[in-house]
């Protein structure tokens, strides 16, 4: 036996420890893990065994991915111009096939507004593709937020929902 042996057997198990799969719980750890992100909003995060998780971008902290998801913009993108604003969302997000979207600056001041339209039957409980044309005013802001909320008739605050996607100016 050689002085390599007893060393080798002191440092496998040292190791074998470090390379133990992560406990991956939430999109965070997911993410820390380094396994591929989406750049969907919201993005989605996927183990090599197949388990999803989802960042909460929603008003209320609430995870809405089973509600709501864009593909464009993505989250902290660059908006100018006229700006396409793409995805899916549950019929039931829609009222009368379409729902607001506010442009707010860092201060939460609305700069524009838009309004989403179904792009296919919205009566339903399924996903329908969704989209929206919204013109961005010249501002001095650096930074604002998308907020693209479900369309609440009633105005009952337990029916509120929305999506707030970060966004970057000129």
């Known amino acids: ?6 060393l080798l057997v002191a440092i496998l198990p040292l190791v074998l420890l470090a390379c ?5 719980a939430s999109f965070e750890s997911c993410m820390a893990a380094g396994y591929p992100v989406t750049e969907s909003v919201p993005r989605e995060c996927r183990t090599p065994e197949g388990a999803m998780f989802t960042e909460q971008a929603s008003s209320t902290g609430a995870d809405v991915s089973n509600l709501i998801r864009v593909t ?13 604003i793409d995805g899916k ?3 039931t997000w829609f009222f009368e096939a379409s729902f607001p979207i506010l442009l707010l600056d860092d201060a939460g001041n609305q700069l524009a507004v838009a309004v989403a ?19 961005v005013p010249a501002t001095t802001a650096i930074t604002g937020m998308l907020v693209l909320e479900k369309d ?7 029916h509120s ?4 996607i970060p966004v970057r100016f000129r």
Do not use: C, K, Y
């Open 89 to 91: 969302a549950r019929g």
């Open 72 to 84: 464009s913009p993505t989250p902290d993108a660059l908006i100018e111009g006229t700006v396409s």
């Open 161 to 164: 929902n929305a999506l707030r």
């Open 1 to 6: 036996m050689t002085l390599r042996t007893p």
């Open 117 to 135: 339209q179904a792009q296919d039957e919205w009566m339903t409980e399924d996903f329908v593709p969704f989209h929206a044309e919204l013109t």
């Open 20 to 24: 133990r799969p992560q406990t991956v």
């Open 152 to 158: 609440n008739p009633s105005g009952l605050p337990e």
